[in-house]
């Protein structure tokens, strides 16, 4: 990466756009590029983004561009796809959000591509591996957005329960980022101090640990219900990610990477804590799960195996 920071967002959308926003407001990067299969939009949006730079913290080139500008870029976020529709299963949706992802994959590379790829598209586990196999990149350099926005709410309901800054809450969601995810609570942290000994020690029930994941797990479908998309939250979320990349942070952020047996599972993208740096994936952060913890996850896993084979499979 060279001193320009560049990012192409590919899907102008509820998510792409909530992500233009937030580099925008933070002054993440020097270029932000715009693709979509809507031309007139992301010209609207270049526009409606350009009037905000007065007051950018950062100065920054905004343009609606096409997949040659991935030539030079050093981070390509796909956020285009299809919305789950009434009726329509995970798996129905994987199927035709893969067709996208891989035809907008092979887009990009055959720019020249040589940066990384972050990719938010849902199932984003799945859509992350399709990335992984169409690219051929190294899997350091293919990186899904995961549980990072699972976990963030999962800290903010911790921090807004014991009434602590949520900045001093070291919790983790593991596995996909969906219904089968996973918190292992005895690797969570209030500062330096055990959640589970806080609980303990202030006689606060345990089976409120429950109740606080299943308000993570609830949150997407709570928010979908009332406002019909979420995209702040990931919005935020992604720039996060993308300032971890870019000010070599060597962060611990729990993304979606490629398993090679570190938590006794080979051959998927599956939500865990990674080290990310200016090299994408520096390495992933294993930790040692109690037996119950990791049949939860290994569960997880065999959902995305599973899920491989029924839906994407045959298009690799």
């Not at 050093?74 to 949706?93: F, M, Y």
């Not at 928010?223 to 962060?251: C, H, P, Q, S, V």
């Amino acid at each position: 990466m060279d001193d320009n920071r560049k990012v192409v967002i590919v899907g102008a959308g509820f998510v792409g756009t909530s992500l233009a926003y937030s580099l925008l407001n933070q002054g993440t990067v020097d270029e932000l590029v715009l693709v979509d299969i809507n031309k007139d939009k992301t010209i609207g949006e270049e526009m409606d983004l350009s009037d905000g730079l007065p007051y950018s913290p950062h100065k920054m080139n905004i343009k609606a561009g096409s997949y040659k500008d991935c030539k030079n870029a050093d981070i390509v976020v796909i956020t285009a796809g299809l919305n789950q529709k009434p009726g329509q299963s995970r798996l129905e949706l994987a199927v035709e959000n893969a067709k996208i992802i891989k035809d907008i994959t092979k887009n990009v590379m055959e720019n020249n591509f040589k940066g990384i790829f972050i990719v938010a598209t849902n199932p984003v586990d799945l859509m992350s591996y399709v990335v992984l196999k169409s690219s051929g990149l190294p899997k350091s350099r293919v990186i899904g957005s995961g549980t990072v926005l699972d976990t963030a709410r999962l800290r903010y309901l911790i921090a807004e329960y014991l009434e602590v800054s949520s900045k001093n809450v070291h919790a983790y969601i593991l596995g996909e980022h969906g219904d089968s995810s996973l918190v292992p609570w005895e690797h969570c942290y209030i500062g330096c101090k055990k959640m589970t000994d806080i609980m303990e020690e202030s006689n606060l029930p345990m089976e409120d640990l429950k109740k606080i994941h299943d308000k993570v797990w609830n949150a997407a479908y709570e928010i979908i219900e009332k406002k019909k998309a979420t995209y702040y939250g990931i919005g935020m979320a992604l720039n996060r990610l993308i300032k971890a990349i870019f000010n070599d942070e060597n962060a611990i952020l729990t993304v979606s990477t490629y398993q090679e047996g570190e938590y006794n599972q080979e051959g998927i993208y599956i939500g865990v804590p990674a080290i990310i740096n200016r090299q994408g994936v520096k390495d992933i952060l294993k930790l040692k799960l109690n037996k119950r913890d990791q049949e939860k996850f290994n569960h997880s896993c065999e959902i995305m195996k599973e899920n491989i084979k029924k839906s994407i499979e045959d298009l690799l």
